[in-house]
């Protein structure tokens, strides 16, 4: 059972293709009562999230379709892994294949790039976290796919943490009632994580002493002054824990990760993915395919 909002973004989708008129090419040439089964294959290395939403998105365009799933979300897959078998009329499985790829491609890719950035740091104490730029309408399927890759969810919305950034400190009309903010804020919402950002030392020093806070980010921090945050935390209050941001790519992630912060943020996780090449393939198609292969060679052999 998906959400309703995964539902929404389904019938948007669908309505994005098919309109209120359908598959004109599919109702063209295609016969009403044919039935057919097609393969869902990925086509190069990965890890697979959206599986969950391959039968809403058949049922949505034809009750009569069916899904025989082989690899379950968060699964890694090579080359060529069949992921399912669609079963139905042709017509609906042709209107639902682009529906159902897009969403597969786009959350098998957050997933892949998730457990290469995990993969990563593995050998560190350092957890990989997302952040919340996202693909509007899509935070809730990109982190789950993040989940899949073996990453880890950071807050979802503006709704369920505080993290103090640059702009809000701007934006205090008097600097001399943080404390007072923060002391009701804690008062109000004593489970809640609260988190501030730290452009420099001197910010994360102050930071340290108030009580209130749970973590504090170190916004684009070179690697020496990461080691010496860690440092300044494991002597004044241990408690706290360390994030690291800003341009981290996997080619920095493991340096980051063994200054011994607690956490790393990569917004590549989400906002610049590529989506992993998966494809819709009638095996009679390939049977055809390697019979034409056949013939040719044949017609060129003297």
């Not at 063209?28 to 086509?43: G, T």
């Not at 404390?179 to 340290?208: G, M, N, T, W, Y």
């Not at 996780?269 to 009679?284: F, N, R, W």
Request: negative net charge; aromatic residues 4%; hydrophobic residues 40%.
């Amino acid at each position: 059972m998906i959400s309703s909002h995964s539902q929404t973004l389904i019938d948007l989708a669908l309505a994005e293709d098919l309109s209120d008129i359908g598959d004109l090419t599919s109702q063209a040439f295609i016969h009403d009562e044919h039935v057919s089964q097609a393969l869902v294959r990925v086509r190069e290395p990965g890890v697979i999230s959206g599986q969950h939403l391959v039968v809403p998105i058949l049922q949505t365009v034809d009750s009569r379709l069916s899904y025989e799933e082989k690899v379950s979300d968060g699964t890694p897959v090579d080359a060529f892994t069949e992921l399912g078998m669609i079963t139905g009329p042709s017509r609906s499985i042709l209107s639902a294949e682009r529906t159902v790829l897009n969403f597969l491609q786009r959350l098998s890719g957050v997933a892949t790039v998730s457990r290469s950035y995990a993969n990563a740091v593995a050998h560190t104490e350092a957890v990989v976290l997302d952040t919340r730029k996202t693909t509007p309408g899509w935070r809730a399927l990109e982190k789950q796919a993040v989940a899949d890759g073996g990453a880890t969810n950071h807050r979802i919305g503006l709704y369920d943490a505080v993290m103090v950034k640059d702009n809000h400190l701007v934006c205090l009309t008097d600097q001399t009632d943080l404390a007072r903010h923060l002391s009701a804020l804690r008062a109000a919402h004593p489970e809640l994580k609260i988190e501030f950002e730290a452009d420099h030392l001197q910010q994360v020093e102050v930071f340290l002493q108030m009580p209130e806070i749970n973590a504090i980010l170190l916004d684009n921090m070179s690697n020496e002054e990461l080691r010496a945050a860690v440092d300044l935390r494991d002597r004044r209050a241990p408690h706290i824990k360390l994030e690291a941001s800003g341009g981290v790519t996997l080619d920095t992630i493991v340096a980051i990760a063994e200054t011994g912060v607690d956490f790393i943020s990569v917004g590549a996780l989400t906002h610049s993915v590529k989506a992993l090449d998966i494809g819709l393939d009638y095996p009679e198609h390939e049977g055809s395919i390697k019979i034409l292969r056949k013939r040719r060679r044949a017609e060129q052999t003297p």
